[in-house]
C-alpha cells in the first residue's frame, strides 16, 4: 500500500503539476490503493495528466460495495484486522478521496467490483463544495 | 524548531536524513492510524508514530511530511530505512512513548497540525 501513489506522486513532480494537485492526488490514490489492496485480489489504477485536470481511475473485479450511503460515512469500515493493524481500514478512505476530489464518481455492482474516477482541477479554484463564502 | 532540536529534546537517534538536519518544522501529528495522518491539510509536519512500516513512511512522502519520528524505541527494518532515505524523509527514533514526546515538543513551541473535519460530532 502506497507504492503506487508515492510512484505517481515522483510522475507528476517530474512532470511540473501544481504541488497542491500532487498532494490531493497522492492522498486518492493512496486510499485507493489501499481499499484495492484491503478488499480485492487487484485492480487497475490508470493516471491521466491534462493542461487543465488530473484523473485517476480505479477499476476492480472485487466485491463490491453493498450500500454506497454507508461507505461515504466517516468511521463506517468492513476491513479486516490486519488492514486496522497496518493502520488502514478506519473508515475514513471514500469521504478522504472524495474531499480531496473536485469530481469523484465511484459505480460499484455487488459481486462484480467497482469503479471509480476521481478528478483534480489544475487551473484556478474548482473545487466543488467548497462553497465560495464572503471574498472568496 | 528544526528537526535537530527535535532529536535533541526528544532523545532521538537519527536513522536516516542527517543531512537534513537543519530542516525546519513548526507542526507535528502524532498518530498511529496512517488514515488519520492523510486527512491532514497542512504540509511541512513532524508525523510522530508508533509504525515502522514501509506504508508510514510512505504516507510521510505523499503527504509532504518533513520527516518521521518513531516512538517508544521501535526500530523500522533495513528496507524501510533505505526507502526513507531514498525519499529523502528523515527518520529519528526516541525510546520515549507518543505522549511524552508530543508533550515535550508542544512544549518547544511545536503546534498541531489541522485535519480535515469528518464529522459534527464533539464540536
Do not use: H
Amino acid at each position: 500500500m502506497g507504492a503506487v501513489s508515492t510512484q505517481i506522486r515522483r510522475i507528476l513532480r517530474e512532470l511540473g503539476v501544481e504541488p497542491e494537485v500532487v498532494r490531493r492526488v497522492g492522498i486518492i490514490c493512496f486510499e485507493g490503493e489501499t481499499n484495492i489492496a484491503i478488499f480485492t485480489k487487484g485492480g487497475r489504477i490508470t493516471l491521466m495528466v491534462w493542461d487543465d485536470r488530473v484523473e485517476l481511475f480505479f477499476a476492480d473485479n472485487g466485491p463490491g460495495i453493498e450500500d454506497l450511503e454507508l461507505v461515504r460515512r466517516p468511521g463506517y469500515s468492513t476491513a479486516p484486522d490486519w488492514a486496522r493493524e497496518l493502520g488502514f481500514g478506519a473508515g475514513m478512505g471514500i469521504p478522504n478521496m472524495e474531499k480531496n476530489a473536485d469530481t469523484f464518481v465511484l459505480r460499484s455492482r455487488p459481486g462484480k467490483g467497482t469503479a471509480i474516477r476521481a478528478t483534480v482541477w489544475r487551473k484556478g479554484n474548482e473545487r466543488q463544495g467548497s462553497s465560495a463564502g464572503p471574498g472568496a | 524548531m528544526k528537526l535537530r532540536e527535535v532529536a535533541e529534546v526528544t532523545q532521538a537517534e537519527v536513522l536516516t536524513g542527517r543531512e537534513l538536519l537543519e530542516r525546519e518544522v513548526d507542526k507535528g501529528c502524532g498518530a498511529d492510524l496512517l488514515s488519520d495522518v492523510l486527512s491532514v491539510v497542512e504540509e511541512n509536519f513532524l508525523l510522530v508514530t508508533g509504525m515502522v512500516t514501509l506504508q508510514a513512511v510512505r504516507v510521510a512522502e505523499v503527504m509532504n511530511a518533513a520527516a518521521v519520528l518513531i516512538v517508544r524505541g521501535k526500530r523500522p527494518l533495513e528496507p524501510v530505512i533505505a526507502y526513507a532515505e531514498e525519499a529523502g524523509i528523515p527518520l529519528l527514533a526516541t525510546q520515549k512513548g507518543m505522549f511524552e514526546t508530543c508533550g515535550l515538543l508542544y512544549s518547544r513551541g511545536l503546534r498541531p497540525t489541522r485535519f480535515r473535519r469528518v464529522s459534527e460530532y464533539a464540536g
